[in-house]
């Protein structure tokens, strides 16, 4: 006989947890047997005392459990998925995948919405007019098969203890634990049915993880859970000092992928997404090395065969595929407001965080989980880090519907921009490769 009051002092107290105690914390809460107070009171122990290796493993495992783990194995070809920790303007997930998918590798992707002032792939797919995130488990598998690609958000039936446990977490302080962020997502990930995964883990002022260290070692302990899980994994670590590419916002944001995979996207958007779609690539064995592995997605852009892919899915899942060519299509904000600079000199720095905010308070992101979104509004920067801006000249428009709290988020705007005399060092995308 187990209690759960007694697995809590052992941990509080600095114990490691077995398998078998591990599986009766999280069974128990995700049936209704032990209640919120008590989770509540195990997550902040685990948040001081942190997991083992072995427990975080164990954790993954069980929550995964608690649902369907999805079999692809019907499905020919190797199976590879990509998760961002999240950041602001970060959408190569829209590039990246259908990229992959037209090289042969069949991506089952499983997204999340954004929340705070980072974005999230669903609610970007949902500004494409009819696109259906909301396949069941069979559609999934079906749209998988024949198109190669399928991006939807989290079943009721893929790990529902992490559902239940992100959102307890959410509210008590308890989110930034190692171990409970590694097993949250890689939770949802190995039920996906997938053989390996990138993970792009973001690091600095946008990003959930400030520092590099912070950012190495959820990257590590992520990487260490797919290898428990025979999985092959790669994961890199790349810059949210500023926001990712020039728009901020959902139908913005689709704009820029369209205009990418037409090989008309901004440098580090390109970059980055061609270097995550050919570990992708490399790791379902559709190409031998990198240098081959980035080649062949360069190719895939110029050839317009990513561009069609995109197009290919959208239409499979109920979206309007007219978007790719008229861009008027997608929704749009009513007003624009153009910010000038009022100095000269080159761009410093450019805090993620605050345009994400900003973008946030238009209404493109969400302040409770329950906020509505507005797919039109959101933020186009024409000035980013190492830019040279004259007086007067345009740092970036703000597309907005209401007036309301305009003023709020050309505030922060205005507060994100910093600028020196001479140009800044030039930045670095990618940090390193685990």
Known sequence: FMRTVDLI???????????????????????GEI?????????MAVLWRGLSDDEVLRF?????RTGEVVDLSWIPGPKVDKHSTGGVGDKTSLVLAPLAAAAGVRVPMVSGRGLGHTGGTLDKLESIPGFNVNLSLSQYKNVLRDVGLVMIGQTKEIAP?????????????????????????????MAEGIDALVLDVKTGDGAFMKTLEDSRRLAETMVRIGHGMGKKMRALITDMNQPLGRMVGNALEVIECLETLRGRGPEDLTTLSVELAAQMVVLGGFASHMEHARALM??????????????????????????????????AAAHKYELAADTSGFVRSLAAESVGLASMILGA?????????????GIELHKKV???????????????NGAERLSEAVFLL?????????????????????
């Open 161 to 189: 203890a992490d559902k239940k446990l992100y959102a307890l977490r959410d509210v008590t302080g308890t989110v930034e634990s190692y171990g409970l962020i590694s097993a949250s997502i890689m939770s949802k990930k």
């Open 386 to 400: 190492g830019d040279r801006v004259e007086r007067g000249e345009r740092l970036c428009t703000v597309h907005y």
């Open 414 to 434: 205005v507060s994100a921009y910093r600028f020196s005399e001479e140009p800044p060092p030039v930045r670095t995308l990618i940090y390193e490769v685990i």
């Open 365 to 377: 992101g969400r302040e409770q989980v329950d906020s509505k979104i507005d797919p039109g509004v």
């Open 9 to 31: 002092r052992k941990k509080r107290d600095g114990g490691t947890l077995t398998g078998d105690e591990i599986a009766h914390l999280v069974r128990g809460y995700t049936r």
């Open 60 to 64: 993954t495992e069980e929550m995964m």
């Open 35 to 43: 209640p919120d107070y008590q989770i509540s009171s195990f997550l």
């Open 298 to 331: 360069r190719d895939l852009i110029e050839s317009g065969a990513g561009l069609e892919k995109f197009r290919e899915v959208i239409a499979e899942q109920g979206g309007d595929p007219a978007v790719v060519d008229d861009y008027s299509c997608l929704p």
